[in-house]
């Protein structure tokens, strides 16, 4: 039984170092808020909203209908840092309930340096089904995640579609050093109740 729960043990410590580093990806804190995220907007409006939810019961709303053409609104956060070659998966929902609407994603690195990339979204059929947009292959390989922005241009379409956007994401592998940690300690706390069990 002890051998059970030392691997169990060093299951859950492994899991709990590919934990992402995003605060607040599914904007659920607080019953439902945009804290953790910096936010800019400009025209349109940004809001934590219960009206759709690619999971739990809110997500992030670029509220385009009252803003005016060519206005734009992004959240942003700090991510501290991540070595882009340890990133499994970076992903984020998205729905345009009244037609479409660009999303442009911007991936700070700790070069001072930034790329982006533009995604459009749909209302996703009949059933308005929400898309998950995989990012991971758009990180620059070799250098240092350290922000993210995700922005919305409110004049993009004529119909100004309201955004939504939900489960942002990272999921990381463990460093090499720190699978090591994890592998020692397990091996001594397995010899340790070894010893108590003689």
């Known amino acids: ?21 995003i605060t607040n990806g599914g904007f659920e804190a607080n019953g439902g808020s945009l804290q953790g995220w910096t936010t800019v907007r400009t025209n349109a409006d940004l809001l934590a909203s219960s009206d759709y939810s690619f999971e739990g019961t809110h997500s992030c709303r670029y509220d385009v209908a009252t803003g005016q053409a060519d206005s734009d609104a992004y959240i942003e956060q700090s991510i501290g840092s991540i070595a882009v070659n340890d990133i499994h998966a970076l992903l984020i929902a998205g729905l345009a309930p009244g037609g479409q609407q660009d999303l442009k994603a911007w991936f700070f690195y700790s070069d001072n340096t930034h790329t982006d990339f533009t995604h459009t979204f749909d209302h996703g ?8 947009w995989d990012m991971t292959s758009l990180l620059t390989s070799g250098k240092t995640l350290t922000g993210l ?14 955004l939504y956007v939900d489960a942002v ?22 010899r340790r109740r070894r010893k108590r069990a003689i």
């Open 125 to 132: 059929g009949d059933n308005l089904t929400w898309q998950q």
């Open 1 to 21: 039984m002890s051998h059970r729960k030392g691997a169990i043990a060093f299951g859950v410590l492994m899991a709990c170092s590919a934990s992402a580093q």
């Open 169 to 190: 994401r990272i999921r990381s592998v463990p460093e090499p050093s720190s699978i090591a940690g994890l592998g020692l300690g397990a091996v001594a706390l397995i």
């Open 149 to 162: 922005r995700f922005e919305v241009d409110a004049g993009q379409f004529d119909s100004r579609d309201d």
